[in-house]
């Protein structure tokens, strides 16, 4: 057999092993000495290290493409966003672990081996170019195109060392730039804030009647029809109740997990009519009150910033994505339509199921008033350090009530501040065909005699149907000892 093939494949490897040497130098070796020497094997590659909250901007020149910007922008956001290129009109939001987890990569980065020159990289081939900009000045990270058993050839410069400083650096820089870079780092969830911390979420169709407003006040969640927030429309006023937490923070689960299921680049995007942007099928705003202290008055501020997001017709024969787009058309992606048929539902859905947000504890009176002609009203008044209850009917001298009708009283109480309703529903259910009958009027008083709040009850059947405001609440089942004082107040 001939030893010619292995002692050929011997002979080659000799050669490479050679060029490797005199390219990258041995792995031991120590750098050129010198102001700017090159920057040996074991050494960061930014001394002193990157102050990444200072940076503001990133390009990077990927040969032979034009720079990409990934830009931070202004607080309270803080977010990076990517450019495919610095004059587009379409940015997008880049994963926050992802920078981060990129920019402590470049400040750990060390020397793989030492340089045997500490002359800077060749221009030929165009190298791989990223610049950090900050408020100090540029450091700027060239980068071979090619790599070697693992190695790059490298050179860097930075605002303390303007003259570029040589460096062999491990292969993985390289490949996070260009396999395939930045593109990759955009965050895939639809919206660029966390929903949970908006003061007001809007979710309409088109034509912004359908829907549901949430707004937040004083940590409380209430629920209104869309054109709550703009005021309301003439023959269609406004209508605000209580949420009901856990229906709300379903709500806000599904608009944190809109998740974008393709991008479009500038060859692909559709138009905004293809996409059906021009005439959407949903809306979705949510506004965030950022609160600052002004430095001149050193008064408290507050600025609302406004999140939308618009959506157009089925992005796939399937209808499992919509066309979307953050910015008004200008940019247009895909997001999953399934988590969006969770905010479909009618408005009354989110609606409170108790009658009132008011506390038990809070209670000390509970005044029925019967609907003429009746007028007959019932005072139950509650001693809640002597736990007990007293009743005066039509205006008499108050009875402390027996155990028995304590319990009844206790459990009135609890029907209007505990209990929910089967069903929810804006005006009397069944609409101007209702067959509800008015039969009275209930206040709940605080101790002091403090109004707290107001119903009006009506009979529907066996069904007891409380309204608070336009809200009504049906109830199949409500207290015997209620129904009782009811039927007694008719008479």
Known sequence: MSTRPAI????LTLLLAIGAYFVLGPVGG?????????????????????????????????????????????????????????????????????MRGFLRMLNEAKGV????SARPLPDSPPPITLTLHGAGGDSV???????????VLADIATPASPTPRPAIVSDELLSVLVAP??????????????????ARITFTDGGGKAGFALARRDGQWFVSTPNAPQGSVPGSPAITAPAEGEPVATVLATLGNLTITRFFDDQTQPTVGTAGLDKPTAVLTLEYDDRAVDPVSQKPTTSTRTVELLFGQAADTEGTSLFA?????????????????????????LVMRAATRTLPSDVGVIEIVATAPSARSLKLTRDSLAGRWFESLDG??????????????EAILNFFTRIGAEAVTIGLPGGSESEAKAVASVTLRSASDQPLDHFDLFTMGNALVVRSGSICRTYPRPPDELLRWLATLSR
């Open 396 to 409: 008499a001298g108050a009875i402390t009530q027996d155990s028995a009708s304590a319990v009844g009283s």
């Open 141 to 151: 990270l060239r980068l071979s195109p090619r790599a070697l058993g693992g190695q």
């Open 181 to 198: 870079g930045p593109s990759a780092w955009r965050d895939t969830s639809a919206l660029t804030a966390d929903p949970r911390n908006a």
């Open 113 to 116: 081996a030492s340089p045997q």
């Open 8 to 11: 050929t494949a011997l002979l």
């Open 325 to 349: 787009s953050p910015d008004g058309g200008s940019t247009v992606i895909a997001v999953s339509a399934l988590p969006l048929s969770k905010l479909t539902a009618p408005m009354t859905n």
């Open 30 to 98: 120590g750098g050129a000495s010198g102001a700017h020497a090159a920057i040996a094997q074991g050494d960061r590659i930014f001394t002193p290290s990157l102050d990444t909250a200072a940076i503001t901007a990133v390009t990077l020149v990927v040969p032979p493409a034009g720079p990409q910007v990934i830009e931070r922008a202004l607080p309270p956001g803080n977010r990076w966003f990517w450019r495919n290129t610095p004059g587009s009109t379409r940015r997008y939001a880049i994963d926050d672990t992802r």
